[in-house]
Structure formats: C-alpha cells, structure tokens
C-alpha cells in the first residue's frame, strides 16, 4: 500500500484491494478504491443527474476497480489511478447493437489487461489507423 498525495472528495475515502486480470488468474496489487460514505457528498461530486444515472448503470465500484485495472496494467501509480476515480463521471448506458467498432473497442481494452501491453498495442492500431500496414500485412497478423 502507498501513500497517496490525492485528495479523496468530501463524503468519500480511498480504500486498498487487490484487483486481478486476465479472469481473475493474475493479480495486479493493492490499489486505491474510491469509497464513498456520503450520498450528500456523491452527488455533490457528481450531480444529481450523475447518480441518477449511475442508478441505472454499472456500479460506481466496478467502473473504479476498472479505471484501477486498467492504470495498474498500464504501470501508472497509484496517485494517477486515484486521480482519474476522483475525476470519472458517469456515462449514461448505451443500448445497441454491437458494431464493429465497438467490438474493436472491447477487444483492444481485453487485450491491454491480458497483456499489460497497453503501449504496443496503442502503436499496432495507431499503424492501423494511418494506413500503414496493407491488407496482406493485417491477413498475417489475424490468420
């Protein structure tokens, strides 16, 4: 455990958990949960609309063991994984069907936390997205 030189909002305390990766298997440490003893102190974080819509989301601890997953298998510290729980805001659910752009999404952030090879992979998409690598290049990297 470390000591963090952020701040938790008012209503709220940071607690250390172990978070894993890849199912579970891979333990990434102890790293900073946002926790909150407030509902006074949550929505004046994130407005009334914010909590509303956490109300019908994912739960504001699951998004936080997220963003701590993430940073963790990205090398970030504590302080960064604590600042961007401090700064998270509440997206409203989206329904939908899949495309493939979303499946991308999803399969490029499975990929970082199985692999903790956040900044590879980022370059790999990034040669993608230029037009740097051809049709055959990408047939070889996927067959």
Do not use: C
Request: zero cysteines; aromatic letters at 4%; hydrophobic letters at 40%.
């Amino acid at each position: 455990m470390s000591d963090l030189s952020i701040n938790a909002p008012a209503g709220s305390h940071f607690e250390f958990e172990e978070v894993k990766t890849a199912r579970g298997t891979q333990s990434l440490g102890d790293v900073p949960i946002l926790v909150w003893d407030s509902l006074d102190g949550m929505v004046g974080q994130y407005g009334e609309d914010g909590v509303l819509t956490m109300a019908d989301g994912t739960s504001v601890r699951v998004s936080f063991q997220n963003i701590a997953r993430r940073f963790k298998a990205a090398g970030k510290s504590d302080d960064e994984i604590a600042t961007a729980q401090v700064n998270f805001k509440p997206g409203k659910r989206q329904g939908g069907a899949s495309t493939p752009a979303s499946r991308a999404a999803r399969a490029a952030k499975k990929a970082v936390e199985q692999t903790g090879q956040g900044e590879a992979i980022e370059k790999l998409l990034a040669k993608i997205a230029a037009g740097d690598l051809s049709d055959a290049d990408l047939e070889a990297l996927t067959s």
